[in-house]
């Protein structure tokens, strides 16, 4: 069965300073990640996904089939960051259910 | 074009009572999803459905809630006699085939009193 696990409920730092959101995934077969994130009053929407290898808002995420993590990193935080991060699941080349994690939520502090 | 709609925005209902929530995905996405998202908890999955079938209905929590897909299009979540634990915001989401990017909707937000 495929699952994902974001250890963190909730994560503050500081303008400016590096963030990083954790994503284990558990799955046998070859996963396709992504991330997703939800800011205030807005619809989830898709962050990044792992096999287009771009950079979002800053943001990156590289996936680690050693260590089954897709973690989402960001040098310098700024407050716009503040929202619900969701890391996803879903096999690749397929069409298939994703799963989602429990999310993280991230406050950038001023 | 228009991006998944769901309706009612807000529904507001009493103990015991049944409720209705309806989901229009994007034209021509075939897979079609439902989650909860519960005050302070992350994204619970419901059903998924592939065309009007559904494939995985495992995150079901009880069998006083119900879906159902016609012509491969709207979804229409069904909550029978509706408990105060049901309070939460229904979001349903789409995929088209070439990706599994999924789209959601606004969401639901049903209050039980």
């Known amino acids: 069965a495929q699952r994902v696990t974001q250890p963190e409920k909730l994560l503050s730092v500081f303008k400016g300073a590096p963030v990083e959101l954790k994503c284990n995934y558990s799955?046998?077969?070859?996963?396709?990640l992504f991330w997703y994130v939800q800011y205030s009053r807005q619809r989830l929407q898709l962050l990044l996904r792992h096999i287009s290898r771009e950079s979002i808002k800053g943001f990156t995420a590289d996936l680690n089939k050693g260590e089954t993590s897709f973690h989402l990193k960001k040098p310098f935080a700024q407050e716009e960051d503040s929202a619900m991060y969701y890391c996803a699941l879903s096999h690749s080349g397929g069409y298939q259910k994703v799963t989602f994690g429990t999310g993280t939520k991230l406050q950038v502090i001023p | 074009g228009a991006g998944v709609s769901q309706s009612p925005s807000n529904k507001v209902t009493e103990k015991g009572k049944d409720v209705e929530l309806r989901c229009d995905p994007i034209s021509g996405h075939t897979a079609l999803y439902w989650y909860r998202q519960s005050l302070g908890q992350g994204l619970e999955f419901l059903i998924y459905?592939?065309?009007?079938?559904?494939?995985?209905k495992s995150g079901l929590p009880s069998d006083r809630f119900s879906a159902e897909r016609t012509g491969g299009s709207v979804s229409t979540l069904t909550i029978q006699r509706t408990q105060q634990e049901d309070s939460a915001v229904y979001l349903c989401a789409s995929s088209s085939r070439a990706r599994n990017e999924q789209f959601f909707g606004p969401g639901t937000r049903l209050t039980v009193l």
């Open positions: 799955y046998s077969g070859s996963p396709e």
């Open positions: 459905f592939q065309g009007n079938s559904a494939p995985d």
